[in-house]
Structures are given as structure tokens and as C-alpha cells.
């Protein structure tokens, strides 16, 4: 139990279009996600924290305007990049805590993002 | 001050060998304790999580915490090829959102057949 799975696993996309990712949990109900960014040799950074039904808390420094999030059900959320440029190329991790066990947290295989 | 501290490494060890790898937490707080071993490429996954001050077991793996310190450890024993990986300390401590996960940047182990 308790499997998260992203999709696209990979994309590649220009520099000034927007990536969608989409974390899902398979078989479990997830009242809050999280999403994180890791660069390469370094550790996860946790961009913004979403709970089912309302607005996503975002960390210092990443900007709500330009991933914007949305956990529409207890198995969906989703990540926009909007306006991507080659700085956001990065792999990014999701993860989902599940409901009633508060402190456990499953993460997602990843999407690798490239931004030409 | 980083809210979690570990040795990046790398650590080597030979097969069969204790591996022990360290983590310091700067926010007495912290309630909970995990380690995640990642694969170049891949997401964590988790190992092991510890609440309580003391050891805990689980195979291979031994968790060891000292809240009085701020210390985790974890010890592998009996190190094996697959066990190397990049191995992340996590720490929670209540967040508005609710238990937000702090990492720290992972100590890199080689384990040398």
C-alpha cells in the first residue's frame, strides 16, 4: 500500500510554455501533498504544501503565481509551471501524507523537466 | 543555521561492514525523524522513522535518536553493494500546514564489494 505515482515521469518543453505534472495516490486518500524541487547534488527543497479543498502554502521564495497548484480530491494534485524557462529544469517530487497517519509521508517516482 | 545538518560525505564502507550516518536538527521541536535512502535519479523512499528517544530496529537498520543532542543516526549493518545510495535525514515540527518535512542534503554511501 500507500504507492504515489507522477505523471509525465519525463518531459522536455520550450523555454515560455507551461508544464502541467500530476501526482496521484493510488490507493490511499491523501489529505495533504507536498511538492518539492530537487537540483543536481542537492537535497529536496519543499516548494508548497497543499491540502484537499483549499489554497496551496507556499514556501519562501517560490513564487504562487508561477507554480500553481490545485488538490482538487483526496488522490489528485497538480503541479503547473507556468512560463517555463531553463532555470525551473529540475526534478520535482511530489509526496502525499495519509489520512490518519499524520506524519508519514510517500513520495512519487519524480518528473525530470527540461526547459530548452 | 540549517535546520538539518548531515556530513555529505562520501562515506565508504566495505561489504559487510556497519555503516553509521549522522543527522543534527536545530529546532528542539522536531517531533519526528525519518530517514529516506534515494538512487541517483529516483525519489526517496523511505527506511525507517523514529519518534521516541532510543534505538530502533528493523533488519539491517538501526535508528538511534537523542533528543537531549538533537542527534539521529542511522547504522546499516552488514553493508551490502545495494545499499549505496544517497541516505536523507528528514525532521517535522509543526507547520501551519501541519508537519512540513525538513531534509537535510544527504550523506553519499559507497558500499565496496
Known amino acids: 500500500g500507500a504507492v504515489v505515482s507522477q505523471h509525465p515521469s519525463r518531459v522536455i518543453c520550450k523555454s515560455g510554455t507551461s508544464v502541467k505534472i500530476e501526482c496521484r495516490s493510488l490507493?490511499?486518500?491523501?489529505?495533504?501533498m507536498f511538492w518539492y524541487r530537487q537540483f543536481p547534488k542537492q537535497s529536496l527543497m519543499l516548494m508548497a504544501t497543499?491540502?484537499?479543498?483549499?489554497?496551496?502554502?507556499?514556501e519562501q521564495g517560490v513564487e504562487k503565481d508561477k507554480f500553481l497548484i490545485n488538490h482538487a480530491s483526496l488522490t489528485l494534485s497538480t503541479l503547473t509551471v507556468t512560463s517555463a524557462h531553463p532555470e525551473d529544469s529540475s526534478f520535482y517530487i511530489c509526496?502525499?501524507?495519509?489520512?490518519?497517519?499524520?506524519?508519514?509521508?510517500?513520495f512519487g517516482p519524480g518528473t525530470r523537466l527540461t526547459v530548452t | 543555521q540549517k535546520e538539518v545538518e548531515q556530513n555529505s560525505g562520501p562515506l565508504s564502507v566495505p561489504e559487510g561492514a556497519i555503516a553509521s550516518l549522522n543527522c543534527t536538527y536545530s529546532d528542539r521541536g522536531s517531533q519526528s525523524f525519518f530517514w529516506y535512502r534515494q538512487y541517483s535519479g529516483k525519489s526517496p523512499e523511505l527506511i525507517m522513522f523514529?519518534?521516541?528517544?532510543g534505538d530502533k530496529e528493523d533488519g539491517r537498520f538501526t535508528a538511534q535518536l537523542n533528543k537531549a543532542s538533537q542527534y539521529v543516526s542511522l547504522l546499516i549493518r552488514d553493508s551490502q553493494p545495494s545499499d549505496s545510495a544517497t541516505y536523507l535525514c528528514?525532521?517535522?515540527?509543526?507547520?501551519?500546514?501541519?508537519?512540513?518535512?525538513?531534509f537535510g542534503t544527504g550523506t553519499s554511501l559507497t558500499v565496496i564489494p
Open positions: 523514529i519518534y521516541s528517544n
Open positions: 497543499s491540502n484537499e479543498g483549499s489554497k496551496a502554502t507556499y
Open positions: 528528514a525532521v517535522t515540527r509543526p507547520g501551519d500546514t501541519g508537519n512540513q518535512f525538513y
Open positions: 490507493d490511499f486518500q491523501a489529505t495533504t
Open positions: 509526496s502525499a501524507r495519509r489520512q490518519g497517519h499524520s506524519y508519514e509521508q510517500y
